[in-house]
């Protein structure tokens, strides 16, 4: 079946555009928290406030999220800080301190556990290893004053060249996030947070320390995390530098899919218990197999600022190890390496011209072992994979912001890209090196008719070549009686390409106290050889191909945010919401017409709040309106199903330094699947589905310095 027509979305922002519509800041979804942070004060050239990078986000031809995560009501998960974001579509694997799923445009949602299609970085520098993988369990929101996302070939920084762009969490530093946080709840929640810094005229300090447990919803689903995260800066004139520390450990059980017969029996099971499946899936017990993650990380890193506004250089430097063992029910992947990192940009203005030139390299060693799970006991069997892994980029940046009348401005760059992945089978001997050579270049305009509005379209391309949970496929045969035979091989991957067109604006509607904001971006990008990472019958990696008939990702991203008027004195409503919808299918090829499996088609998050004085209480929502595909085929039967999560918060500043909330969530109790698997094809036998949590209550107390 063909795809309904939709408007185009140059139509959409001319009908905007002639309705008068009134812009006043970058794309950004409002945080409704009465609690600030002194960002602005305390700002560096390193390190900007929100003014400095809204302004930079204004420059910027197409779509971007600035937010403030600690104006946030409960901040532990990803989530927390990301859930009424257009265009960012957050997905719990299985609640608690577990790694979900982070998908922009579609960028690497194939991929089980995500872990490609989007470039992290931390204070400037990539928080991803070379290869492009990552552990999103490493992302520590509390410690971050701001989270800059600069969605597709927005992204800003030389190294980011994907479809899904790039995210970027800034350090709190200095006095700005002193803090005593505890908070506890449902299913064995506890989490604590103490964060101290010091500042001088010229220099500043900061050492956060976080630790979470949780004992889970489900059976099997515990997880735990220790983060110590700390900077140090000195300030001249013209001069900046900061050093960066950080270790995180993360220890995560994985209670993994079941069925959909399971998950509505019990939601709380894993294979092995309760309602029993048919073979050669009853031979899956979780209790005993015992997946998990463990993910462990130092990361040391410096970047140094000196110049004027009108000319500057950046340089930064990071080292990073990593320890990561992923078990599911059948294989284990064991990886050990280190990634070391340089970057420097040059940045300028020449009479009505910004320009920018920048370079960037990254190296990757890393060791991966594969092994079999023993079924009874779920330690390590046969060990049937030993890889020696180097993973190499080199980037170049030509970038520039031509103002060529007061109202417009010409944007556009062009990144270099020298991508080397190279491995060898230490068991066998062969090897599999890849070199790609790849331009993503962009070209857009910036529209400011007044001070305060904002328009802007874009023409660009994007490139991701595959990491190593690509590139190295293997596993035990299908049939998971036997324990002891595993097979992998190497794979030979072809670049994921993708051009884009993107329209979009934001601002006010009308004018005063109470206009609410609006952020309105959409997009089409025609996909070549795009990474289609798949799952086997039993729900374990299968594999990763390109898939040749073509693919379309297109959605609409769309935020809205604000205040009105309430009865008491000072008293207000305060919304926000935020849409996103999202339409991939397969042009042609085996799967031509039927839509790309894993992202949901619309996704709406939405939350009112009353506010009078200290005071802020109210509902919130989370609204799946439509099925969403499980596998590529389009199977009848094997959808994920629909769901409206209802929550409640209270949020109350008792006085500038205490404060208290509590916060409900899915109060109906549904039982929904919160993520799944993605196959080729499927059945209704097959384990899919990972349950999302019950009803749940938050409570915690912060103590502000």
């Known amino acids: 079946m063909s795809a309904p027509y939709a408007p185009t979305p140059l139509a959409l922002a001319l009908a905007l555009a002639a309705a008068g519509l009134t812009p006043a800041h970058a794309q950004e979804v409002k945080s409704l928290n009465p609690i600030t942070v002194s960002g602005d004060a305390q700002a560096t050239p390193l390190n900007p406030g929100v003014k400095a990078e809204r302004a930079r986000l204004d420059g910027v031809a197409g779509g971007t999220n600035l937010i403030e995560p600690q104006k946030e009501t409960r901040l532990v998960t990803l989530k927390d800080a990301l859930d009424y974001q257009p265009g960012l579509v957050v997905q719990e694997f299985f609640g608690g301190l577990d790694q979900p799923r982070l998908n922009i445009r579609g960028s690497g949602i194939q991929s089980n556990p995500v872990n490609r299609g989007v470039m992290l970085l931390q204070d400037g520098l990539p928080l991803n290893e070379a290869d492009g993988s990552f552990v999103i369990g490493f992302l520590e929101p509390r410690n971050a004053r701001l989270i800059s996302a600069r969605r597709g070939a927005n992204a800003l920084s030389p190294a980011a060249t994907t479809l899904g762009g790039e995210l970027d969490f800034q350090s709190l530093t200095g006095t700005e996030?002193?803090?005593?946080?505890?908070?506890?709840?449902?299913?064995?929640?506890?989490?604590?947070?103490?964060?101290?810094?010091?500042?001088?005229?010229?220099?500043?300090?900061?050492?956060?320390?976080?630790?979470?447990?949780?004992?889970?919803?489900?059976?099997?689903?515990g997880s735990e995390r220790t983060s110590v995260q700390g900077n140090f800066g000195i300030q001249g004139d013209g001069f900046e530098n900061r050093t960066y520390l950080s270790y995180t450990d993360l220890d995560v059980d994985i209670p993994f899919v079941v069925t959909r017969e399971q998950m509505e029996h019990d939601p709380r099971q894993t294979n092995g218990e309760g309602v029993k499946v048919n073979p050669p899936f009853n031979q899956i017990d979780i209790g005993k197999r015992q997946p998990h993650r463990t993910s462990r990380q130092f990361r040391a890193a410096n970047r140094t600022?000196?110049?004027?506004?009108?000319?500057?250089?950046?340089?930064?430097?990071?080292?990073?190890?990593?320890?990561?063992?992923?078990?599911d029910p059948l294989t284990t992947t064991a990886t050990k390496g280190m990634t070391y990192g340089a970057q420097w940009q040059l940045a300028g203005k020449f009479r009505a011209i910004d320009y920018r030139v920048a370079l960037d390299w990254s190296r990757s060693d890393m060791d991966r072992d594969l092994y079999t799970v023993n079924k009874e006991t779920g330690s390590r069997k046969t060990h049937y994979g030993n890889y020696d892994l180097q993973a190499e980029n080199r980037n170049a940046?030509?970038?520039?912001?031509?103002?060529v009348a007061p109202q417009w401005t010409v944007v556009g760059d062009a990144k270099f890209t020298q991508a080397i992945r190279d491995a060898r089978d230490r068991f066998t001997g062969k090897s599999l090196d890849q070199d790609r050579n790849y331009v993503s270049p962009k070209l857009g305009l910036v529209w400011q008719p007044v001070e305060s509005q904002r328009f802007f379209v874009n023409v660009s391309r994007s490139n991701e070549a595959p990491t190593y949970w690509e590139i190295i496929g293997g596993g035990s045969l299908p049939n998971p009686l036997n324990d002891a035979v595993g097979t992998s091989s190497l794979s030979e991957l072809k670049l994921q390409r993708a051009d884009t067109v993107e329209i979009g604006g934001e601002g006010l509607l009308g004018a005063g106290a109470y206009a609410p904001?609006?952020?309105?971006?959409?997009?089409?990008?025609?996909?070549?050889?795009?990474?289609?990472?798949v799952s086997t019958a039993n729900g374990t990696a299968a594999g990763t191909y390109n898939y040749r008939g073509g693919t379309r990702h297109q959605g609409i991203e769309l935020g809205l945010n604000g205040s009105l008027p309430a009865f008491g004195e000072g008293a207000a409503f305060d919304y926000r919401v935020a849409y996103t919808f999202s339409d991939f299918r397969f042009k042609g090829g085996e799967y031509a017409g039927n839509r790309i499996a894993g992202v949901p088609r619309h996704l709406v998050s939405a939350e009112v709040l009353y506010r009078v004085g200290g005071l802020r209480f109210g509902p919130n929502v989370r609204w799946m309106p439509a099925a969403t595909e499980t596998n590529h085929a389009n199977t009848p039967d094997t959808q994920q199903d629909s769901y409206a999560l209802l929550g409640f918060k209270v949020d109350y500043q008792i006085d500038k330094h205490w404060q208290a909330y509590v916060q409900g969530d899915n109060l109906t109790d549904k039982t929904y699947a919160s993520a799944f698997v993605i196959r080729n094809t499927g059945t209704t036998a097959m384990p899919t589905f990972l349950p999302g949590n019950g009803r749940s209550v938050t409570a915690g107390v912060n103590y502000r310095f």
């Open 517 to 533: 904001h609006w952020a309105l971006t959409l997009y089409h990008s025609d996909v070549k050889d795009e990474l289609m990472s």
């Open 397 to 403: 940046l030509l970038g520039f912001a031509w103002h």
């Open 177 to 221: 996030g002193d803090v005593l946080r505890v908070e506890g709840g449902s299913f064995g929640r506890f989490g604590a947070q103490a964060a101290k810094g010091l500042r001088s005229d010229n220099l500043d300090g900061r050492l956060s320390v976080t630790h979470d447990k949780y004992d889970g919803y489900r059976h099997y689903s």
């Open 305 to 327: 600022y000196w110049g004027t506004e009108t000319l500057n250089n950046t340089v930064g430097v990071y080292a990073q190890n990593i320890d990561d063992v992923f078990q």
